[in-house]
T-cell receptor
Framework: KQEVTQIPAALSVPEGENLVLNCSFT??????LQWFRQDPGKGLTSLLL?????REQTSGRLNASLDKSSGRSTLYIAASQPGDSATYLC?????????FGKGTKLTVNP | NAGVMQNPRHLVRRRGQEARLRCSPM?????VYWYRQLPEEGLKFMVY????????ESGMPKERFSAEFPKEGPSILRIQQVVRGDSAAYFC??????????????FGPGTRLLVL
């Protein structure tokens, strides 16, 4: 069974702090690993997509890494801001469907 | 290039009624995926369609749920005889090629179904 686990389920940090969100998956035969952001009552915004042949991707203050051998991905957020408050979802991409974790709810306090 | 469009954004139904959720993929995209997000749960895959074909419906409940993606028009997720447990956010995503390759899936804003 393909499973994706995200820890912690919730995280609260002061503004300006660097933080790491964790994602683990059980099947190393993945095609890609995606990180999304979901704001309350809204849809999903794609943040970063890491192909299975890649080790990391960067976009602005975000950096995502992928270690297939250990079945782990991390999302690093530098210099967090209150506007980063949202739920962050990782999803394992297979040949067709995405398998999502339950997300980490991030609160950045001003 | 407009993004993935879903309507309605909110839908209220009474038990036993039918719910029809519509999804228009991004222009040029021929692959559509439906996911369901139950309260306090992650998104779960329901069905993957290409034009006029259901490719993978392994996540669809066996009864009352159906999906289509006709040659013309939006993809439709249909729920017959809704029950309270169907209350959830239903998200549609689209991609231009098979999502396992270089392409990401682009998500719509979702339809929030409430069954009274």
């Amino acid at each position: 069974k393909q499973e994706v686990t995200q820890i912690p389920a919730a995280l609260s940090v002061p503004e300006g702090e660097n933080l790491v969100l964790n994602c683990s998956f059980t099947d190393s035969a993945i095609y890609n690993l995606q990180w999304f952001r979901q704001d309350p009552g809204k849809g999903l915004t794609s943040l970063l997509l890491i192909q299975s042949s890649q080790r990391e991707q960067t976009s602005g203050r975000l950096n995502a890494s992928l270690d297939k051998s250990s079945g782990r991905s991390t999302l690093y957020i530098a210099a967090s801001q209150p506007g980063d408050s949202a739920t962050y979802l990782c999803a394992r991409g297979g040949s067709e469907k995405l398998v999502f974790g339950k997300g980490t709810k991030l609160t950045v306090n001003p | 290039n407009a993004g993935v469009m879903q309507n309605p954004r909110h839908l209220v139904r009474r038990r036993g009624q039918e719910a029809r959720l519509r999804c228009s993929p991004m222009k040029g995209h021929s692959h559509v995926y439906w996911y369901r997000q139950l309260p306090e749960e992650g998104l779960k895959f329901m069905v993957y369609l290409q034009k006029e074909n259901i490719i993978d419906e392994s996540g669809m409940p066996k009864e009352r749920f159906s999906a289509e993606f006709p040659k013309e028009g939006p993809s439709i997720l249909r729920i017959q005889q809704v029950v309270r447990g169907d209350s959830a956010a239903y998200f549609c995503a689209s991609s231009s090629t098979l999502a396992g390759g270089q392409e990401t899936q682009y998500f719509g804003p979702g339809t929030r179904l409430l069954v009274l």
